[in-house]
């Protein structure tokens, strides 16, 4: 039996036959694009929707939550480097990587906001700090380059493996998202490589270190389960325990620093509320993005 | 076809709407737009952003919306990841004017047609071609340029900086 593709009612409506229209390899020729669309009715391929329980559901809310607070989070503290990186080149990438991934953010809040009937901006700027899902891994300020580096590398790779495991999840709007996504964390993530080897080779090296041994055990609990998980992976909406992804992010990043001279020693397991801490750091952070948004409630511009 | 008739109306019209950022070229020949379809009064228009945090999305919605605006009683564009944009979509036309407009066009990185799957990290860093002179020899600056869609590349044969469209 093939696997049910779990479909919100409210976000399916723009996807329901939107993709099987101008591949990409459909595009050699002029006009190509436009006869593809027009068949594009006749191929629409119906897929299983099938209703989310509420114990699901309120488990696809939490896990959306996560991944969205992870990325806006991280792209507001790395915001801080725009016009005081070390170089003007890096004052760029740090700036559109940081574009990105608050980019990431809304995305992802648009698409718990579709869940749970919701508003997108009020999910972002709209709740106390101790509603932040983000991992703890988050919860430092930017502090020096070292560290900035050091937490987005451990960020990065393991972004990727958790976004390759969401490119497979039955729930639609999710998968086609991490799939988009993907593609453009690719960049951030050669970045950041670059950046750690970098360092490492030269004086840096031990400033490095100080930064990796440090982020070490927040960065586990980007991997902390979440409540709810047993019924996501069920649903195959999760398709692998976040314990499994964790070992494979391990296995990743574990050679590399180790080729690199950093001993980081065995890392504790994930803590149960490793998206649950907040910190008197991460609360100056919320009171610097909400500032303007709650100097007047449900203004627009 | 009657309904034919009324879709390739769309597809003229959205030939004129150009994109916000470079506006040399359509959104037709970025390769955005992702489908056009009737439902009776209703014409639904999928928009496949570049970039997902890209700024400019908003702009493009509405300036399609405002052109689409007589040709049905309602008009609806959607933005959707179904099928993600890669720079695959970018027409031949369209990379030609980009060139033009001093942009590198992406390198292709392959066709492919699957919704998922990994970008090679050796393919997107190709050398890239000046769109100034044509010279190969040149070098990255930088990957991250001033919008998220572009990098930054120095050709040393006529020593001019330029930008090429990233390949995603």
Known sequence: MSRPHWTDANAASSN????????????????????????SDDAAAASTEVELDATTRAALAELLLSVADDEFVIGFWDSEWTGIAPMLEE?????????????????????????TDDDADRIAFGRPADDFRHATLMNHARTDWAFSIARRYLYETADATRLAALARS??????NLAAKMRREETYHLMHMDAWLRRLAAGAGHDRLAAALERAWPDAQAIFAP??????????????????TLRRRWLDRVEPVLSE??????????????????????FRWLHGQFTMVSSSEIGASW | MVTQTREAAVWDALAEVADPEIPTISVVELGVIGSVRFDGPRLTVELLPTFVGCPAIDVMQRDIA???????????????????????RITPEGREKLRVSGFAPPVSIGATSASAYELDELA???????PYCGS?????????????????????????????????
Not at chain 2, 66 to 84: C, H
Not at chain 2, 124 to 130: E, G, Q, R, S
Not at chain 2, 141 to 161: K, M, S, V, W
């Open chain 1, 16 to 39: 329901a036959d939107g993709g099987h229209v101008a591949r990409p390899d459909a595009l050699d020729a002029s006009g190509v694009v436009r006869r593809a669309a027009l068949a």
């Open chain 1, 91 to 115: 004052d760029v990438a740090m700036s559109s990587i940081s574009q990105d991934e608050i980019g990431h953010a809304r995305a992802l809040y648009e698409l718990l906001a579709q869940l």
């Open chain 1, 226 to 243: 979440i409540s709810g998980e047993g019924d996501l992976l069920a649903a195959g909406i999760l398709p692998e325990p976040f314990s």
């Open chain 2, 136 to 168: 190969r020899n040149t070098s990255l600056e930088n990957p991250f340029g001033p919008t998220l869609c572009r990098a930054i590349y120095h050709c040393a044969d006529c020593r001019q900086p330029f930008e090429q469209f990233k390949a995603v």
């Open chain 2, 66 to 88: 405002e052109r689409l605006r007589g040709l049905a009683d309602e008009v609806s564009v959607e933005i959707s990841f179904a099928e993600p944009w890669t720079s695959e």
């Open chain 1, 170 to 175: 039955s729930y639609e709007p999710l998968s």
């Open chain 2, 124 to 130: 997107i860093l190709p050398i890239a071609t000046c």
């Open chain 1, 260 to 281: 690199l001279g950093f001993a980081l020693g065995e890392p504790v397991a994930a803590p149960m509320d490793g998206r649950l801490q907040r910190t008197d750091e």
